[in-house]
């Protein structure tokens, strides 16, 4: 996959790269097998972002914390919802 993405030019050590330019996807891949797995889609020099989040959600203390809050926010709506019928 990244044979020759450096190509010497032949002279002193020196080396000179190939860009290859990818058209991205207009939406992320289908999940992967048993996993369900997928990956998110790069917009532009935030592949680091990307990296951070997935991470973060593989995390099992940060993916708890976060559940909570989803949960919490939509108990919070579902309230707000109640009290504007009464």
């Not at 991470?55 to 709506?77: E, H, I, V």
């Amino acid at each position: 996959m990244l044979e020759d993405l450096f190509v010497e030019d032949g002279g002193g050590g020196e080396f000179s790269h190939q860009v290859t330019t990818v058209k991205s996807a207009e939406k992320p891949p289908a999940p992967r097998n048993e996993t369900k797995l997928c990956g998110l889609q790069n917009q532009g020099a935030t592949c680091y972002l990307n990296v951070l989040i997935q991470t973060l959600l593989y995390t099992p203390a940060f993916r708890g914390m976060y559940s909570m809050m989803k949960r919490a926010a939509r108990q919070q709506k579902l309230n707000g919802f109640l009290i504007e019928m009464n």
